[in-house]
Nanobody, 124 residues
Framework: QVQLVESGGGLVQAGGSLRLSCAAS????????VGWFRQAPGKEREFVAA????????YYADSVKGRFTISRDNTKNTVYLQMNSLKSEDTAVYYC?????????????????WGQGTQVTVSS
């Protein structure tokens, strides 16, 4: 069993940056691919980015490509999402999720464990 806790959300002006963290407890991230998803008010949850267990592969939604960077430090059991050039449309609750597979996934149903989310609000 893996417990995931997101942090780093907050209020930022358009064009600004935030770094989200996803810390695992209960067991290590060993062997898990991790993804970030987000859900804006009135919208379905959508994929943002994912990273494989050994950071060999990363994958991004087109809407964030070139602005967001996913990374991980397995020694700290933590995955990061660096978000730059933020836009108002990035406003959402951001969730991290883990799946016991070495390769990454981009669909909700591919992930086994979820955090409770952290709010990101971008003011224009």
């Amino acid at each position: 069993q893996v417990q995931l806790v997101e942090s780093g959300g907050g209020l930022v002006q358009a064009g600004g940056s935030l770094r989200l963290s996803c810390a695992a407890s209960g067991r290590t991230f060993s062997g898990y691919a991790v993804g970030w998803f987000r859900q804006a008010p009135g919208k379905e949850r959508e994929f943002v980015a994912a990273i494989s267990w050994r950071s060999i592969s990363t994958y991004y939604a087109d809407s964030v490509k070139g602005r967001f960077t996913i990374s991980r430090d397995n020694t700290k059991n933590t995955v990061y999402l660096q978000m730059n050039s933020l836009k108002s449309e990035d406003t959402a609750v951001y969730y991290c999720a883990a799946r016991l597979q070495y390769d990454l996934g981009s669909l909700d149903e591919e992930y086994d464990y979820w955090g409770q989310g952290t709010q990101v609000t971008v003011s224009s």
